[in-house]
């Protein structure tokens, strides 16, 4: 067990995931990130939130297809990873984290 400083982030983290190698995080700063978690490196930055992030969840590989649905041209991969987050912006959105895409927003 250790304790690391990621940075990348421009204001406080207010919301964390992680399944074991995938970290996410969410942020005043209005950004996702995802993190390797065995590194601590930053893997991507995802912005289009207006407000602070105040949740996410990396959504489990069994439940993928359930969520995506019908994404017009999309073709989802089961390898692909997905993360919802949302923010007090009122939206929660759907990224396809290895694409880095944004494939919905509900408000």
């Given at each position: 067990?250790?304790?690391?400083?990621?940075?990348?982030?421009?204001?406080?983290?207010?919301?964390?995931?992680?399944?074991?190698?995938?970290?996410?995080?969410?942020?005043?700063?209005?950004?996702?990130?995802?993190?390797?978690?065995?590194?601590?490196?930053?893997?991507?930055?995802?912005?289009?939130?207006?407000?602070?992030?105040?949740?996410?969840?990396?959504?489990?590989?069994?439940?993928?297809?359930?969520?995506?649905?019908?994404?017009?041209?999309?073709?989802h991969s089961q390898e692909d990873?997905?993360?919802?987050?949302?923010?007090?912006?009122?939206?929660?959105?759907?990224?396809?984290?290895?694409?880095?895409?944004?494939?919905?927003?509900?408000?």
């Amino acid at each position: 067990f250790s304790v690391r400083a990621l940075e990348g982030h421009n204001d406080a983290v207010l919301a964390v995931d992680c399944d074991g190698s995938l970290l996410v995080t969410g942020s005043l700063d209005t950004t996702v990130k995802t993190w390797n978690a065995g590194s601590g490196e930053e893997l991507k930055s995802f912005g289009g939130h207006e407000g602070a992030v105040t949740s996410v969840v990396i959504v489990p590989a069994e439940e993928d297809l359930h969520i995506v649905g019908s994404q017009g041209d999309y073709q989802h991969s089961q390898e692909d990873c997905l993360v919802i987050s949302g923010s007090l912006d009122c939206t929660f959105r759907l990224w396809n984290v290895d694409q880095g895409l944004q494939l919905n927003s509900v408000y």
